[in-house]
RNA sequence: GGCGCAUUCGUCUAGGGGCCUAGGACGCCGCCCUCUCACGGCGGUAACACCGGUUCGAAUCCGGUAUGCGCUACCA
């Protein structure tokens, strides 16, 4: 019998979950969970200059929106922790040892300033470069001299002659020439190890049975699977996925931006539909996968049918998945999230987000909200029923859940009729009169619904003598300041018949 | 410079020797619907990186070139 499934997600807590990132731990799970294994988080924080508890603190949190939990890790203890490399320290020098005493290791005195120096004289003749390995040829002695001289060392892996292959899962068989890894680093002069060392020594401590990781890293397999040799343990299986790019074609980073989970969600893409996109690249896609769960992603989605070349990020496709997705839902369910998401971005009593958006954008909102700028706010009971009221009416057009505030803020806040609004306003002939005229016309309505709103606003055209693009922009204008709302009847009910004829009249009296 | 990986419309992709004068989706453009903006519907634009082979026949197989990306670090 096979050893059960064992995969890892092994970010480096150097910032944000990037979408990369995102996508390579999805594709873990998704493997782990449709072979009945196990999927471990593991932070690679080696690096402990850059390398923070917030990021860490930030990725976990990205990871569980996603509801991709974790099986061991962080937060979750398993027999096979601990789950940072940092706390890991004993079990690597118990390898080293290993690697020591079977000769694989040795120790060179090389300074990385000499070394640099070497490396520019072959890349100014441009002749290739490794590591000479001078150091191999060193004595027992002449080691402990000039270790006890103070002199700085590493430990370096000594690589040996022939080649080194390895069966990528997505790519097929990949061979390289040993004379062009050269004998690599493994501890530093610091006495801490190098990521090449620490990733063998964690999978196979951890007991990795596939490593799926992004293509960035099909280089350094090789140097990995000497070290799997040298200390005697079979590899695991290797799956390189490909790479996610910004429109560039370069790593996505702050440029692109909004490029990581939390912006995206800041601005209103949905998490469920920013995690089907991520799945979704590099393979065959179909409108019908837009509302997948994560669990139809398990049951559908295979990493090993995964195309091979890099990917780029399309901002303009997601938005699209995410409009769609949105129709897809129940109104209620919708209103709600509409909800959650305008508490979220202190939208309720706190104009400020409304205007940040109105007058710098989306990424605009997205930073304030990161920053801390705009705090969570709870709608009060007119709010949440207006919100109510109101999402249907934009459920039917929006992209992303801030076009909410772009739409329908203006029902939130009083009327101001400004800027080139009040331009359109006073250059429609007779907006006054029918502004007025609307105003009495709401007020002495029968019953105050759509229909009937409807009904009466129809007839004033002819009533008035005036064109209907007259009557209809002049409403429009008059009840929002806004050239642009959801429809006008609907919009005229949910602010019901007090506050509607009252604007209208305020409108008109501005004029 | 060396090594590795990749290469179909601007983007995501279908395609695994004849079904391809290359199909779908996003975007863009146009039309329809329409109280604004959208949504929705319909139509259009646009690609096999290049050069050589193999073959009766190549987007599909092979070789080379180019380009991109990654590794070549006491980063991960």
């Given amino acids: 019998m096979t050893a059960p499934v064992r995969v890892r997600f092994a970010p480096s807590p150097t910032g944000y979950l990037h979408l990369g990132g995102a996508r390579t731990a999805l594709y873990n799970y998704i493997f782990a969970r449709r072979h009945g294994g196990e999927f471990v988080l593991r932070i690679e924080d080696t690096d402990p200059s850059r390398s923070t508890d917030a990021a860490i603190a930030q990725i976990l949190r990205s990871l569980r929106e996603m509801e991709l939990d974790w099986d061991e890790g962080p937060e979750k203890p398993g027999r096979h922790g601990p789950y940072r490399q940092t706390e890991r320290q004993a079990i690597y020098r118990e390898h080293i040892d290993r690697l020591l005493a079977g000769g694989h290791l040795y120790t060179c005195f090389h300074t990385s300033d000499e070394l640099e120096a070497e490396r520019r004289a072959a890349q100014a003749g441009k002749r290739a470069w490794v590591y000479s390995g001078a150091c191999r040829a060193l004595t027992t002695a002449e080691v402990e001299r000039r270790k006890a001289a103070g002199e700085p060392w590493t430990l370096r892996f000594r690589v040996r002659p022939g080649t080194t292959t390895f069966d990528d899962m997505l790519r097929g068989p990949v061979e390289v020439g040993n004379d062009t890894i050269g004998d690599f680093i493994v501890q530093r002069s610091d006495g801490t190890i190098t990521y090449n060392l620490a990733v063998v020594v964690d999978d196979v401590t951890m007991a990795i049975t596939h490593v799926i990781r992004g293509d960035d890293h099909l280089s350094n397999t090789p140097k990995q699977i000497l070290i799997y040799e040298a200390l005697g343990v079979p590899a695991p299986y290797f799956l390189h996925m490909p790479l996610l790019f910004g429109t560039d074609r370069k790593k996505l980073s702050k440029r692109h931006g909004a490029t990581n989970l939390e912006q995206l969600t800041a601005v209103g893409f949905l998490v469920e539909v920013v995690r089907n996109y991520l799945c979704f690249l590099s393979t065959e896609f179909d409108e019908s996968m837009i509302t997948w769960s994560l669990a139809d992603l398990v049951a559908h989605l295979d990493v090993e049918s995964l195309g091979t070349s890099a990917s780029i990020f399309d901002p303009d496709k997601l938005r699209w998945m995410n409009g769609r997705f949105i129709r897809a839902m129940a109104p209620a369910d919708f209103a709600a999230r509409v909800q959650a998401y305008l508490e979220r971005v202190g939208f309720y009593g706190q104009p400020p987000a409304l205007r940040l958006l109105a007058a710098k954008g989306e990424s605009a909102l997205a930073e304030a909200i990161e920053l801390g700028q705009l705090a969570p706010l709870p709608p009060g009971d007119d709010q949440e029923r207006l919100t109510m009221l109101v999402a249907p009416l934009v459920q039917e057009k929006i992209e992303v859940l801030s076009d909410f505030i772009r739409l ?74 806004q050239p642009v709302t959801p429809g006008l009847f609907e919009s005229l009910w949910a602010l019901g018949r007090n506050e509607a004829a009252g604007r209208l009249a305020a409108a008109a009296g501005m004029l």
Avoid: H, N
Wanted: net charge positive.
């Fill in 408 to 481: 329908a803020g203006w029902l939130f806040t009083p009327l101001a009729i400004a800027g080139s609004a009040r331009e359109k306003l006073t250059a429609i002939p007779d907006a006054q009169r029918i502004l007025r005229a609307a105003a009495v016309c709401l007020a002495g309505l029968e019953r105050y619904d759509v229909e009937q709103i409807e009904a009466a606003v129809r007839g004033l055209p002819e009533q008035l003598g005036v064109k209907p693009k007259s009557v209809f922009a002049a409403l429009r204008l008059g009840m929002s300041g």
